[in-house]
């Protein structure tokens, strides 16, 4: 079974039903429950993460491993317990990025990461002191080409 919905930046999408994510208590600052990662661009790292039912909303993701070789995520138990994911699940961690004209202004969330655990997915605040906000995204200080930071440590 699929789903079809419209989306104002990719036409109509479809995607099939075990692909929606039910984020149960939504997205901080965003409405809807449901979503889906759309790989628009394969082989970039960037995942698109659209609203099923907002055809306007769509943010740009990327799993943070790709970008920041020593990035950890530190989720408190009580968190855990009521998202429903048990310690040491195997769960897919998402940031959010904040695109910006100049490479050196894009930006992810580490702090607020989006983890997705069978169908479900949880915006869980990332305890680790070094899992910035802002955490600058490409590191364009040795070369005039992006290219992935090496440190999440960097960033903070």
């Known amino acids: ?10 036409g109509t999408v479809e995607v099939a039903d075990g692909d929606v994510i039910e984020f149960p208590r939504g997205l901080i600052g965003l409405g809807g429950r449901r979503w889906a990662l759309l790989d ?5 790292e960037f995942l698109w993460l659209h609203n099923v039912e907002d055809p306007a909303l769509a943010l740009p993701v990327v799993r943070p491993e790709r970008f920041f070789a020593d990035f950890r995520l530190e989720i408190s138990e009580e968190d855990l317990r009521e998202a429903s994911i048990p310690a040491g699940a195997e769960a897919d961690v ?16 580490l702090r607020a990461p989006l ?11 990332n305890g680790f002191e070094g899992a910035s906000l802002q955490a600058p995204l490409f590191d364009l200080s040795q070369t005039e080409a992006p290219v992935h930071r090496r440190s999440a440590a960097d960033a903070a």
């Open 1 to 10: 079974m699929t789903v079809t919905f419209e989306s104002v930046r990719f």
């Open 94 to 109: 998402y940031v959010t990025v904040r695109a910006a004209p100049d490479p050196r202004e894009i930006t992810v969330n």
């Open 40 to 44: 628009r661009n394969p082989g970039t």
């Open 115 to 125: 983890i997705v655990y069978e169908g479900r997915g949880h915006q869980l605040l």
